[in-house]
């Protein structure tokens, strides 16, 4: 790599807190949701890391990414953080990508393969949500005054806003570490970047996108799950061309931290079975 090009990986590395271990060749790439970091998948890689090389990597402006590479502008769609993610798989020379995203990742990985199809072999998405909102006969979980109310709070006190939604995602009371752990995560973010990155999750309507997807996909789905409900991830399956649809005996919004065997069992099956 000459001296141009390792600079730009070198910054690319740091950009998003880009971390490689494992003892395989084919690339599975974790990527994590609003408020979270790459460490929310430690329960979850230690079973994929003999197989497969394992990626992680925070997004822009969470965890431990580069804070000033934030750009208000560019990641005021998904679109920049699905060229992110793009952007690693080609610097890093990846192919036939394994892709697993949890809730806003979900569709990150979702536009970043419509985009580039040729870069994936297979899409997980834990929890996908197109669309919070309730329109037009579509079942989102949430009224436009619940998404209002949400951004008002946002915007007013966002670290109160913190302690009480987490407990809300995590949505296991008999686990309240990881309902601390999800609250520390949450105010270890710049508030102004927490702010607009919610605003472009909740706010968002990837709906259209959905039948784009070309390349094989599985829903993992919890339930009750109060941010994606067990309705939008049927919703999720129905659109997406050739899907699958597991159904976890799970609850919360995170079963990667509450429930991390049966998300490895229903991952490993998906990778090894015909499509």
Same mark, same amino acid.
């Given at each position: 790599?000459?001296?141009?090009?390792?600079?730009?990986?070198?910054?690319?590395?740091?950009?998003?807190?880009?971390?490689?271990?494992?003892?395989?060749?084919?690339?599975?790439?974790?990527?994590?949701?609003?408020?979270?970091?790459?460490?929310?998948?430690?329960?979850?890689?230690?079973?994929?890391?003999?197989?497969?090389?394992?990626?992680?990597?925070?997004?822009?402006?969470?965890?431990?990414?580069?804070?000033?590479?934030?750009?208000?502008?560019?990641?005021?769609?998904?679109?920049?953080?699905?060229?992110?993610?793009?952007?690693?798989?080609?610097?890093?020379?990846?192919? #036939?990508?394994?892709? *697993? %995203?949890?809730?806003? /990742?979900?569709? !990150?990985?979702? =536009?970043?393969? $419509?985009?580039?199809?040729?870069?994936?072999?297979?899409?997980?998405?834990?929890?996908?949500?197109?669309?919070?909102?309730? #329109?037009?006969?579509? *079942? %989102?979980?949430?009224? /436009?005054?619940? !998404?209002?109310? =949400?951004?008002? $709070?946002?915007?007013?006190?966002?670290?109160?806003?913190?302690?009480?939604?987490?407990?809300?995602?995590?949505?296991?009371?008999?686990?309240?570490?990881?309902?601390?752990?999800?609250?520390?995560?949450?105010?270890?973010?710049?508030?102004?970047?927490?702010?607009?990155?919610?605003?472009?999750?909740?706010?968002?309507?990837?709906?259209?996108?959905?039948?784009?997807?070309?390349?094989?996909?599985?829903?993992?789905?919890?339930?009750?799950?109060?941010?994606?409900?067990?309705?939008?991830?049927?919703?999720?399956?129905?659109?997406?061309?050739?899907?699958?649809?597991?159904?976890?005996?799970?609850?919360?919004?995170?079963?990667?931290?509450?429930?991390?065997?049966?998300?490895?069992?229903?991952?490993?099956?998906?990778?090894?079975?015909?499509?």
């Amino acid at each position: 790599m000459d001296l141009p090009n390792l600079k730009m990986h070198n910054n690319l590395i740091r950009r998003n807190n880009i971390n490689i271990f494992g003892n395989g060749t084919q690339a599975i790439v974790f990527a994590h949701g609003f408020g979270c970091d790459q460490n929310m998948w430690r329960h979850i890689t230690p079973a994929f890391e003999k197989e497969y090389q394992v990626i992680l990597y925070d997004h822009v402006g969470s965890g431990k990414s580069d804070q000033s590479a934030y750009d208000f502008e560019k990641y005021s769609s998904l679109h920049g953080y699905a060229d992110d993610l793009i952007e690693i798989c080609n610097d890093l020379h990846l192919q #036939k990508v394994i892709f *697993v %995203g949890h809730s806003v /990742s979900s569709m !990150i990985g979702i =536009l970043a393969s $419509t985009k580039r199809p040729d870069l994936f072999e297979k899409l997980v998405l834990i929890g996908p949500s197109p669309c919070y909102v309730n #329109k037009n006969g579509y *079942v %989102g979980g949430f009224t /436009s005054q619940d !998404i209002d109310e =949400l951004i008002e $709070t946002l915007e007013s006190n966002y670290l109160g806003w913190s302690s009480y939604i987490t407990p809300v995602i995590i949505g296991n009371p008999e686990m309240p570490e990881y309902s601390e752990e999800l609250r520390n995560s949450f105010c270890n973010m710049n508030p102004e970047i927490a702010k607009h990155f919610a605003k472009v999750t909740f706010l968002g309507d990837n709906r259209e996108d959905l039948q784009k997807v070309t390349i094989p996909t599985l829903i993992i789905q919890c339930h009750p799950d109060v941010i994606a409900p067990v309705v939008v991830g049927e919703f999720v399956h129905k659109e997406i061309p050739n899907s699958r649809y597991v159904l976890l005996n799970s609850s919360g919004h995170c079963p990667h931290l509450t429930s991390p065997d049966q998300v490895i069992s229903s991952i490993h099956t998906f990778l090894t079975t015909d499509n």
